[in-house]
């Protein structure tokens, strides 16, 4: 047997020891350290990155989804800190449901990993922006779901989603604290053609992004409309969710 067979025969038998072969070359005893070890370090890690998804599961059916994390998927990623990303993609394209399992895991799974995320994430947001330049912090999600992701938990677990969707606003400040924000639909909107502006350069137009975007909500682009869409950037750039400065137009 080669050093790779030897290698694959090795995983195999930790992702599943009940199917995997234990190797000739390991003892038994030794052997059931490893697998221990590698089971408890990654039902440790997702416990810990996903403690209100934990919550709503019994052990043993807890313990069952893990196994079948470990052994169904093939991580694209060697680092541990994208094992939350890894776990999201296994419940996306290979989890399968059991009776009882909440409908709305995977969104709930997801809005524990943005705080770990946006935590971990680069800074690019020191760069000195010149007068009258807006740009959205990278450092800022507008994030849509259709439940109500922020109030799911083992108390409250409805079985279908509200009519509305609930949109959000996740960002991390200069005090590097991740911070949570609830949006409407309109400022939810707003956020988004803010973000995707912003990813060609400065945000362009700003008069006519704001223009575009009242005639799609249905709204009056009177001088109140954009005293208040001012104010609320104004807001945006002091929680440091935009960068730089309103343009003069």
Not at 14 to 21: A, N
Not at 30 to 35: F, G, K, V
Not at 152 to 171: D, H, I, K, M, N
Not at 210 to 231: C, G, I, M, R, T
Request: aromatic share 12%; with cysteine; net charge negative.
């Amino acid at each position: 047997m080669s050093a790779q067979q030897w290698q694959e025969q090795f995983a195999t038998r930790i992702r599943d020891p009940e199917q995997g072969v234990q190797p000739s070359w390991i003892q038994p005893e030794r052997m059931a350290i490893y697998e221990a070890l590698f089971f408890n370090n990654v039902d440790s890690f997702v416990s810990n990155g996903f403690p209100v998804l934990r919550s709503l599961f019994a052990e043993a059916r807890w313990l069952c989804l893990i196994r079948a994390f470990m052994r169904d998927h093939r991580c694209t990623t060697p680092y541990f800190s994208k094992l939350g990303e890894e776990f999201i993609a296994w419940l996306k394209t290979a989890y399968r449901a059991e009776d009882g399992d909440p409908t709305f895991l995977v969104e709930l799974a997801h809005y524990e990993w943005v705080e770990l995320a946006l935590t971990l994430a680069e800074s690019t947001t020191g760069e000195q922006l010149p007068a009258g330049t807006l740009h959205w912090s990278p450092l800022a999600l507008p994030l849509a779901y259709h439940w109500p992701v922020q109030h799911l938990g083992a108390e409250y677990r409805p079985e279908s989603p509200p009519e509305q969707p609930t949109c959000l606003l996740v960002w991390r400040d200069t005090e590097e604290q991740v911070r949570f924000m609830q949006l409407t639909p309109f400022t939810y909107h707003l956020a988004c053609r803010l973000r995707e502006a912003s990813e060609q350069g400065p945000v362009p137009r700003l008069a006519g992004l704001l223009s575009e975007l009242a005639k799609q909500s249905d709204l009056n682009a009177d001088e109140a409309y954009f005293q208040h869409v001012h104010s609320l950037l104004e807001t945006w750039l002091r929680q440091d969710i935009l960068l730089g400065t309103l343009p003069l137009e």
